[in-house]
Structure formats: structure tokens, C-alpha cells
């Protein structure tokens, strides 16, 4: 039971992260969802799968915002992907929420470290 509430919690903690996290698979190189979701897999050690509705949610969201940009691909084999790549605004909203991730780390590591 105990191993249940901590997945939800991080889980509900990864969710909460789900802009930034795309943002930070995208500044490595354009990419499409399916090749997203599968980096994410392997980076968690298969802990996390975004869900196919959160992770395309997400992509709506952030290219209303001019955060990130998306086309077609050109595929000779197989179905058409739709690529997303990062923006000059994406990058730069990127760097803060790494920056604003960092001072929240920090504030919740000293508040759970047991010291008084």
C-alpha cells in the first residue's frame, strides 16, 4: 500500500512539471510525442509514462503561448509525425522554471531535513 501513495504523490508531483519537462526534451532537439514519451520511459528507469491526453494537452497549451512551434515531418515510411520544437520564449521560460524548480527544492529539502 505504501508503494501506491508514494507513486501518486511523485506522480502528482511529476504532473505539476509537465510543461517544463517537454520544454527540456525539446532543447535537446525537435522531436514528436511517441519519441517523447519514450525518452521520458527510459530517463525514469520505466517509473513514468506521461499519458498520451496530459502529454498532447501540454503541446496544445504550450504552443498557444508561442512556447513551442510544430510541422509535419516528411516520412517516406510509416505514419506522418507531427514535430514540435522549441521557441526562443520556450527556452527562456525553460530556464526559469529550471531556476524556480532549484529555489523549491531547496525550501522543501530544508523543511523535511528533520533539523531544528
Same mark, same amino acid.
Given at each position: 500500500?505504501?508503494?501506491?501513495?508514494?507513486?501518486?504523490?511523485?506522480?502528482?508531483?511529476?504532473?505539476?512539471?509537465?510543461?517544463?519537462?517537454?520544454?527540456?526534451?525539446?532543447?535537446?532537439?525537435?522531436?514528436?510525442?511517441?519519441?517523447?514519451?519514450?525518452?521520458?520511459?527510459?530517463?525514469?528507469?520505466?517509473?513514468?509514462?506521461?499519458? !498520451?491526453?496530459?502529454?498532447?494537452?501540454?503541446?496544445?497549451?504550450?504552443?498557444?503561448?508561442?512556447?513551442?512551434?510544430?510541422?509535419?515531418?516528411? !516520412?517516406?515510411?510509416?505514419?506522418?509525425?507531427?514535430?514540435?520544437?522549441?521557441?526562443?520564449?520556450?527556452?527562456?521560460?525553460?530556464?526559469?522554471?529550471?531556476?524556480?524548480?532549484?529555489?523549491?527544492?531547496?525550501?522543501?529539502?530544508?523543511?523535511?531535513?528533520?533539523?531544528?
Amino acid at each position: 500500500m505504501k508503494e501506491v501513495v508514494l507513486m501518486s504523490i511523485t506522480s502528482d508531483i511529476i504532473r505539476g512539471h509537465t510543461e517544463t519537462i517537454i520544454l527540456a526534451q525539446l532543447a535537446h532537439k525537435d522531436s514528436y510525442g511517441y519519441e517523447i514519451n519514450k525518452a521520458l520511459q527510459q530517463k525514469s528507469d520505466s517509473k513514468y509514462e506521461m499519458k !498520451e491526453a496530459t502529454m498532447y494537452s501540454a503541446f496544445r497549451r504550450l504552443e498557444q503561448n508561442g512556447m513551442i512551434l510544430s510541422y509535419w515531418g516528411d !516520412e517516406n515510411r510509416g505514419a506522418r509525425r507531427r514535430y514540435y520544437s522549441i521557441t526562443k520564449l520556450g527556452r527562456a521560460v525553460l530556464e526559469q522554471s529550471r531556476e524556480d524548480w532549484e529555489e523549491a527544492k531547496r525550501i522543501i529539502d530544508s523543511m523535511i531535513e528533520g533539523e531544528d
